[in-house]
């Protein structure tokens, strides 16, 4: 009891250190754990179920679209990588390389993959024949290996999860349609299904993707005022066609290079729904990726009817396609209430004998701690429509609070506090040079995040130089 006790244990509070508030709540939720090895993480069952929720969404998505799942070598030929001036240069920092294996040093060094570009261009190039053979869309679910210095799980971690898709076209029209279309499935899935409001536009030249002609990237601040990237596409021209000779015979009989768009998302998104949803409970997750949607806790289950009813009740909102636990364990309901609210389950319902008495069900909601009773008659539909609501709720809450955070600049003075002080989102007129850039983020720590598609015109001049601008860019700190 005294070890199961220690699950209800002090969360540090986010006003006080948000980054310990999320490390508490990821690690006493069960969600994840750290590996043996430095910077990896163990993704818990609890935290792996969200995950899955989120490959179920993104999954159907693609094949909507045509896009078919495959798996690539994890082991990469340093060669690949160093076709690729550009590419190589942008990953070198973050390789692991295997240099011996069965009990020799190899006549090449293998890349632990880091993304699968130049994997798939090597396939690619061997498969496409014909412009009869375009498009062609492949995705893999699979884990990448980035060594990264500074780790944090879910959110940087020198191993993680993700999608990768890669797509070949006989036109650029049809690549850069593929890697907006891409984009605006990751929007999709950030906003109506984790509940989490996002900045959907292109990247600046310097934060665009290694060896791409234009990234496109959905932003997301967290409750902190820092922005996450929570996905990104790539519209990687011919660049990489021309350097692993992926060509194909045009109707008119000539052979052609292919354009190419590479995307993806990652575990990154479970950090995500963390920071934009928890609160000093613990986890509130949106109903749509909660492993857990409802659980029903009986009350004096000692009493007669209370725990044979609590469990026609899971059954019936199992059938109706709910992911539903009962809880019999012989835990004080209090301890349950706390347990439950800090692992985020989106519905609580309680049954007792008085519950039983009046044909109803007590019925508490984790975004709004709202206590209410549904009748046990068509409890099921009742059911659905609090978890839509729970799941409008969340995103409505996160939207509000983004937006209340984000503060038109004119100058480097109000940038800093609009970041700094009032931690959020700075949006003003950029210059677009990529020295401007650089010299804000050596100063600042303040980086560009997106361009947004829906562009406004609130001035002449760059609010970081002065010089003529260009675009309206939004700013902000990054994890």
């Not at 179920?49 to 094949?63: H, N, P, S, T, Y």
């Not at 024949?129 to 940087?156: A, G, H, I, Y």
Request: proline letters at 4%.
């Amino acid at each position: 009891m005294a070890k199961k006790e220690q699950f209800v244990s002090h969360i540090t509070p986010r006003s006080e250190d948000f980054s310990r508030w999320y490390t508490d709540v990821i690690l006493q939720t069960q969600m994840v754990d750290y590996g043996p090895v430095k910077g990896t993480m163990v993704i818990r069952p609890y935290g792996y179920g969200v995950w899955e929720l989120i490959q179920k969404e993104l999954d159907a998505r693609f094949k909507s679209v045509g896009v078919e799942n495959a798996y690539f070598p994890m082991l990469i030929p340093e060669s690949f990588l160093q076709r690729e001036a550009e590419h190589v240069e942008g990953f070198a920092p973050e390789v692991a390389l295997v240099t011996y294996a069965g009990g020799e040093n190899l006549a090449e060094r293998l890349v632990v993959r880091p993304t699968s570009e130049t994997m798939i261009c090597e396939m690619f190039s061997r498969w496409v024949q014909s412009w009869r053979d375009l498009p062609m869309k492949v995705n893999q679910w699979c884990n990448v290996v980035r060594w990264e210095k500074s780790t944090r799980p879910f959110l940087r971690t020198s191993e993680f999860l993700w999608q990768e898709g890669h797509t070949i076209h006989e036109t650029a029209e049809g690549a850069e349609e593929d890697a907006l279309k891409m984009l605006e499935i990751y929007r999709e899935l950030a906003e109506d299904v984790c509940a989490m409001p996002v900045f959907v536009g292109q990247k600046s030249e310097s934060e665009k993707f290694a060896g791409a002609q234009s990234t496109y990237s959905m932003e997301a601040m967290m409750q902190d005022g820092k922005a996450l990237q929570a996905g990104t596409t790539h519209n990687l021209g011919q660049h990489f066609a021309k350097v692993f000779n992926i060509q194909y015979l045009s109707k008119d009989g000539q052979l052609e290079y292919v354009h190419q768009t590479s995307w993806g998302v990652s575990t990154r998104l479970i950090g995500g729904i963390v920071m934009t949803h928890g609160d000093e409970r613990g986890l509130a997750l949106p109903p749509k990726v909660a492993p857990i949607q409802v659980v029903i806790l009986p009350i004096a289950m000692h009493k007669e009817g209370v725990l044979e009813e609590a469990r026609k009740l899971e059954d019936r909102l199992r059938k109706a396609g709910i992911r539903v636990k009962l809880d019999d364990r012989e835990q004080s309901a209090g301890w349950k209430f706390n347990e439950w609210e800090m692992k985020g389950v989106p519905l609580r319902l309680e049954i007792g004998p008085r519950d039983l008495e009046n044909g109803q069900a007590t019925a508490v909601r984790r975004d709004t701690l709202e206590k209410f009773t549904l009748p046990l008659e068509g409890l099921e539909k009742a059911v659905l429509e609090t978890l839509d609501k729970v799941q409008q709720g969340l995103y409505d809450r996160a939207r509000t609070r983004r937006d209340e955070r984000i503060f038109t600049v004119t100058n480097l003075e109000e940038m800093v506090e609009a970041v700094d002080v009032k931690q959020g989102f700075a949006k003003g007129m950029w210059c677009g040079d990529a020295a401007c850039e650089a010299e804000l983020k050596a100063k600042t720590g303040i980086t560009t995040r997106n361009m947004p598609f829906e562009q406004e015109h609130l001035g002449d001049v760059c609010c970081h130089c002065g010089k003529p601008a260009t675009r309206l860019m939004y700013f902000g700190k990054q994890y």
